[in-house]
């Protein structure tokens, strides 16, 4: 049962400051998970099946923390905009077309196509408030084979008509869509509760929804600390809290129920990271989003100094693609302007811990993934980057640097989850 070797050059991270790599390596998997790298193969291995990637780089499955389905069909536009401005001109006139199943279905099968082709294996996914649309972008993505935490969006208050619901039709749509995801009995795809943020969730909603969290031990994805706008509105609606993040701990959704992940924290300061960390709150920095929507860059090699959770999130539209690649390359270019513009007591970010964000740090946040250690289930990706001309012979971290930069559909040739070949 699952039981095979990929041969070729190898990369991958132990821990946020430890990259391994080989030229010419085995990784071995065994019941669907890793079973190690080795040099040589060993003997008790030596009847699994090799595929020959000898030329090839194969590295762990990326893990996509933080985007947002139905916004995938205007990517690349608005950019013009800051965050509450855009969510009112662009995404809630969008979402609000996901009531139609007509237009969720043509819509959804666009996002889930690319995702499946690019390099990530496992996705934390924003749907809409619809329960029916959501439900049917699970069945989707549990067609790809792609592990994923999709989340039913809650919001009552501070939002269109169509968008919002009242606080009861929320709850109640949110326990309906949870039975309804019980009883499909996915293999792959899971639920996560989803308050959008504190400006669109009035404190009942976010109190009963953190019931409900520790009531059925179900993980939560909102935002954090984006945009200084969005911080001041925080501030004026919920007077009586410290800062942004009191407001989802008052309610429960700040890890201390279950694990939790927040995109962005642009803007977090002491207080709320010391908050994330005692929580062992994830987050999902989203570089190319904050740049697109002049939200700021965030201090993220602090937040990796102070042992916080940190992955990357491709955000997408408000990133406008969907690749993890890209949201390295961002993340390294960002970081390098923060030193440089802003504070240079805050350091650059680097290739390798960039590459860690991307596997290992936000893969964790599914438990045992995102790494070739021992016992981690068997997420990998295959990169030909043969189209890439060059002079220079190069490492694997050489090479998978290169393509942080160059990489396109052409370079992703083999993806494997949990030990199934995709392609």
Known sequence: MNDFVLHGAVLYCENSSSMKEYEDAYVVCENGLCAGVFEELP???????????????????????????PQYTFRGLFGDMELLEWLNSATFPEE??????????????LFTEDLYIGATTRAVIFATKHTDST???????????????????NMDRNTPDGCRETTEESLRETVRWLDCV??????????????????????????????LSAARSLPV?????????????????????????DTYEKAGLFGSNAPCVMAHCVWSGTEE????????????HCPQSNMRLSSGVAPVSLYLDKGIHVGLGTDCSAGAELSLFSAMRDAVLASNMRWRLSDQNVRKLSFAEVFYMATLGGGSFFGKAGSFLPGYEFDAVVLDDENVQTMHPATP??????????????????????????Y
Not at 273 to 284: E, F, S, T
């Open 397 to 422: 971290a050489e090479r998978a640097e290169r393509l942080m930069y160059l990489l396109d559909d052409r370079n992703v040739v083999g993806k494997y989850v949990r030990g199934t070949k995709l």
């Open 273 to 284: 990271q010391d908050l994330m960390k005692k929580n062992g709150v994830y987050i999902a």
């Open 221 to 245: 994805q909102s935002h954090l600390s984006e945009n200084l706008e969005e911080i001041r509105l925080v501030s004026e609606l919920c007077p009586d809290s410290r800062f942004y993040g």
């Open 96 to 109: 609000m077309q996901y009531d139609d199943p007509e237009y969720a279905e043509a819509a959804y099968d």
């Open 43 to 69: 003997e008790k291995y030596s009847d699994f099946p090799v595929e020959d990637y000898w030329d090839k780089l194969i590295i762990p499955g990326l893990t996509d923390l933080h985007t947002h389905a």
């Open 135 to 153: 439900l049917m972008l699970m069945d989707m993505l549990e067609d790809t084979g792609l592990v994923t935490y999709v989340g039913k969006v």
């Open 182 to 211: 019980e009883e499909r009995g996915y293999e792959r795809t899971m639920p996560i509760l989803t308050p959008r943020f504190t400006p669109a969730c009035s404190d009942r909603l976010m109190r009963e929804l953190g019931e």
